[in-house]
């Protein structure tokens, strides 16, 4: 028993879940605030888009064609 507890084979996958599970905790615990960043980073993003006349491609990707050079 005590050269298996003193083996450290194992370590790294051991350490690898528990960061794996600390992520997902703290993922958890701040979803609300994650989410709410993340909208508001793509919101900022469209917002420039649209300021510079870009198209939304994805809504009517048949309407969309590559900006004309002046």
Known sequence: MKQLWEE????GTL???LIVAVLVIVAIAFRKWILSFIKKLFGEAN??????GAKDCLSAPDSCQAPSSP
């Open 15 to 17: 350490e690898l879940l």
């Open 8 to 11: 450290e084979d194992g370590i």
């Open 47 to 52: 917002s420039e888009l649209s300021n510079t």
